[in-house]
């Protein structure tokens, strides 16, 4: 089982914020096991915390199964940005994702070639992490 979530604040603005990454690090540490998508590279607009909590913790060489997707995040991240967060989280654990209907599959594509990473990470993100996490 692969578990899928939104990660981040709502992009409607809601006050409450479920998906936090402090809360996600906890839930990966209670279920190692557990394979996860954390959308929106780990946290929509909460970036700062996704390194906090996520990035600066041993949670990552603890557990293979924890992946991150680039789900709408072009339009809150510049594409520098959005490189260097890849790089920190490592592009080995990116997934490609659109989060259609909000942002056009082939749109979000275009982003990922556009980004300063070499060939081997962007086809890494856009279709080799999915084919080595799907077994297929």
Avoid: C
């Avoid at 967060?85 to 749109?107: T, V």
């Amino acid at each position: 089982m692969i578990l899928v979530t939104h990660a981040g604040r709502d992009p409607l603005e809601r006050q409450e914020i479920y998906g936090t990454p402090q809360r996600f690090a906890r839930t990966v540490q209670s279920f190692p096991d557990l394979k996860v998508d954390l959308a929106h590279l780990g946290g929509l607009r909460m970036w700062d915390d996704v390194q906090k909590y996520i990035l600066s913790s041993d949670l990552l060489s603890q557990s293979r199964n924890v992946f991150f997707d680039t789900a709408y995040v072009s339009f809150y991240m510049n594409e520098k940005d959005m490189a260097d967060l890849i790089l920190q989280i490592g592009s080995d654990r990116i997934l490609f994702g659109s989060d259609y209907p909000w942002e056009e599959p082939g749109r979000a594509a275009e982003i990922i070639k556009r980004l300063d990473l070499s060939p081997q990470d962007k086809d890494a993100i856009l279709w080799m992490n999915a084919s080595r996490l799907l077994d297929i």
